[in-house]
């Protein structure tokens, strides 16, 4: 399909957070819609909503669809793909709010796969409250990986200031021990590689890989896992010619600012990697979903109840969602036409 600009496919969320503030805010300047052309899944009717709700907009010219191969330039464009009397409670989490949230990822996937958008970006969701209806997924990666027939993927949180990916996604902590295997954490150092390669331009990346335990095992005494798996692991990698380190100990390495040695690093865990990430980039940070065979990204803050509604909410981390699939799918256009 022949276009000018990169078509940005936004899907709404739960539409009783605040993904629509931080689309409508992330959308308000006319002059952003130079630069790409968004089309928002969700419904006009909730967009007017929250617009209202937000002071000192400006005009904002849009242009409501069924379809994004009806998309125009220049407009922010709606895809109306929820009922017509949809109802909205900012601040509260409903089974309406969970069923609008999937059909709207739905919506952008078809869209998504007859290529009449380029990237897509998500709001956030309520997981459990999607699941409850239904949705058998813990989160959108895992949503996407299934329905692309993906392998492995990897949560990759990238900023500015750094990038942390992680070896196991949304279990238990009571799990991730147990989920740890030395080929599991070389496919993800795989991915890593790749991804910053090909996503982020960097020729010959270094990654870091954190240990497991306290003090990365202190010698055995606190856990093996170090020795065990995650080196090995490391090693393997360093065979096959990428240039991984460790395993770090995540206290030292963050405390004294190791991370600014490496182009990413690998975290064995969620909160491993999310919390310290999310210390220190919060307002800057996107949510990547590298090993997909598009680009996908989305906030790095969830729902957010509490704010909806009150005009409190900061577009910061969404406007980086989607210039960062803009400039990741420019990356990849690169690499792949010189591979």
Excluded: W
């Excluded at 000018?4 to 709404?12: A, E, L, P, S």
């Amino acid at each position: 399909m022949a276009q000018d600009k990169i078509r940005v496919g936004i899907t709404q969320g739960d539409g009783n957070g605040i993904g629509y503030e931080v689309i409508i805010k992330s959308l308000a300047d006319a002059r952003i819609l130079d630069s790409f052309t968004p089309v928002v899944y969700g419904s006009s009717k909730i967009f007017g909503f929250y617009r209202k709700l937000i002071h000192d907009l400006g005009q904002m010219d849009t242009n409501v669809i069924t379809s994004a191969r009806d998309a125009r330039e220049k407009r922010i464009n709606i895809v109306n793909c929820l009922n017509d009397n949809v109802f909205v409670e900012p601040g509260q989490p409903t089974a309406e709010s969970a069923k609008s949230a999937m059909r709207s990822l739905e919506a952008a996937v078809r869209d998504l796969r007859s290529g009449d958008i380029d990237v897509i970006v998500t709001a956030p969701i309520n997981k459990r409250a999607m699941v409850s209806e239904g949705f058998g997924y813990t989160g959108h990666t895992e949503y996407l990986q299934e329905n692309f027939g993906v392998s492995d993927v990897l949560m990759f949180m990238v900023s500015p200031a750094l990038r942390i990916g992680v070896v196991t996604g949304h279990i238990s902590l009571k799990d991730v021990a147990p989920s740890l295997t030395t080929e599991g954490i070389l496919k993800k150092i795989r991915l890593m590689d790749q991804s910053l390669k090909r996503d982020f331009g960097i020729l010959r990346p270094k990654i870091a890989v954190l240990g497991l335990n306290p003090h990365c095992g202190d010698g055995g005494l606190l856990g093996d896992e170090e020795q065990s798996i995650i080196l090995p692991a490391v090693q393997a990698a360093t065979a096959e010619g990428i240039l991984a380190f460790g395993p770090y100990s995540p206290d030292g390495y963050f405390g004294l600012g190791n991370f600014g040695r490496f182009d990413a690093t690998l975290a064995m865990y969620h909160d491993q990697g999310l919390a310290p990430f999310k210390a220190i980039a919060f307002e800057q940070g996107v949510n990547y979903t590298a090993g997909l065979p598009f680009v996908r990204t989305s906030p790095d803050h969830g729902t957010a109840y509490e704010k909806a509604g009150r005009d409190e909410a900061n577009p910061s981390s969404m406007m980086a969602s989607i210039y960062t699939a803009i400039d990741i799918y420019r990356n990849r256009r690169k690499y792949d036409a010189c591979h």
